[in-house]
Every structure is written in structure tokens, then in C-alpha cells.
């Protein structure tokens, strides 16, 4: 089958994220490629729930500790699959009380191991629009600035793994309307 490549794709709450990863796959999918897409968020509370949380929201509020514990759990699952393409869903940091906890610590790229990261953002105003229309989840009243803040941050956050590992990091801009594009542009920067 060849080399399993492990893609690292980040993103805020809103930048649309998740549709992006679904046509990634799509594409993937149509070139013969096998691609599993694993959200680290979703591995990480099927494990918290063994500690009795019941809503995915709790978890960016557990201590740094537990989030640890459960970063290192998710990471080693993940890193155990051996697709064409194993693309991992995640965000760069977890706000937490006591600040900005990151979502990829070294500890975690070291079980993963990763070839590629990729940074997923859109306008802030897109992603203040995007946010306040779903009502899938439990999300804190932001403001447009604290979401350029967040974007800082991620940018910030996954450089630093990038120099960490010495695996190439692209940032995309995943505009209104142009998921395809923004999809083709991940494809191109991962070799496929």
C-alpha cells in the first residue's frame, strides 16, 4: 500500500473545518487513495467518558492534567492507523481556564508523528457568522477581535510544531463558497 502519510489539520471553531476535511476525502477518495479522517477531539471524549463526562464541551474545561492524560491516550489510538492518508481533525490549543493549553504539546507529536500540518482559517467575520448559527454546540459568546486573537494564536501554536517535527505547515484560507478549492490547495501541499 505505501507510506501512510499522517496529516495534521487544524482550525477554530467556524472556519469550516470539518466540511473542508469531508471534500479532502471526496477528492481522495476519487483518486484511489485510502484516507480515514480521525478527530482527535471525539477520541479524546470517548476516553473522558470513561471518566464519567457526558458532554464534549467539558473537556477544554478538565484540568491541564487530565487533558494531558487524554492527549496522550487519542494520540497513541490515532497513531496506530495505517491509511494512505490519515487525516487528524484537531485544533492547535484548548482554551482553558487557565489559558491557552496546547491542543498539539510535544508529547503528542511524538506518538503521531506527522508529515504535513495545516492551518485552516477564514475572515473573522465569517467564522463569528458560522459560529453563532450553530446550535449543534455549546460555544462561549466571542467577539470578533477575540476570534483574530485565536487565529493569532493557532498560526503561533502550530509554527511551532512544525519547527518541533521539521514537517512543512500551509495555511489555508477556507472562504465562503470555495471548499474545493481551499480542499485541492491541502491536497497540493501534501504531495497528493
Not at 96 to 125: M, Q
Request: with cysteine; proline share 3%; net charge neutral.
Amino acid at each position: 500500500m505505501g507510506e501512510s502519510k499522517k496529516v495534521i489539520i487544524v482550525g477554530i471553531a467556524g472556519v469550516g473545518k470539518t466540511t473542508l476535511v469531508a471534500k479532502i476525502v471526496e477528492i481522495l477518495n476519487s483518486r484511489k487513495k485510502s484516507v480515514s479522517v480521525h478527530s482527535f477531539g471525539t477520541v479524546m471524549f470517548e476516553e473522558a467518558k470513561k471518566m464519567g463526562i457526558i458532554d464534549r464541551d467539558e473537556l477544554r474545561k478538565l484540568s491541564v492534567d487530565k487533558q494531558k492524560n487524554l492527549q496522550t491516550v487519542a494520540a497513541k489510538k490515532i497513531a496506530e492507523f495505517n491509511d494512505n492518508v490519515v487525516i487528524i481533525d484537531t485544533h492547535a490549543f484548548i482554551s482553558t481556564p487557565e489559558g491557552f493549553y496546547p491542543g498539539l504539546p510535544y508529547h503528542v507529536l511524538e506518538e503521531l508523528k506527522p508529515a504535513n500540518f495545516i492551518s485552516v482559517s477564514a475572515r473573522p467575520e465569517e467564522i463569528y457568522n458560522r459560529r453563532m448559527n450553530d446550535s449543534t454546540r455549546h460555544r462561549d459568546i466571542i467577539s470578533i477581535d477575540y476570534i483574530k486573537k485565536e487565529l493569532a494564536v493557532q498560526e503561533a501554536m502550530l509554527s511551532s510544531c512544525a519547527v518541533l517535527t521539521g514537517s512543512p505547515m500551509k495555511s489555508i484560507l477556507n472562504s465562503e463558497g470555495k471548499v474545493e478549492e481551499a480542499a485541492n490547495e491541502v491536497i497540493n501541499a501534501i504531495g497528493l
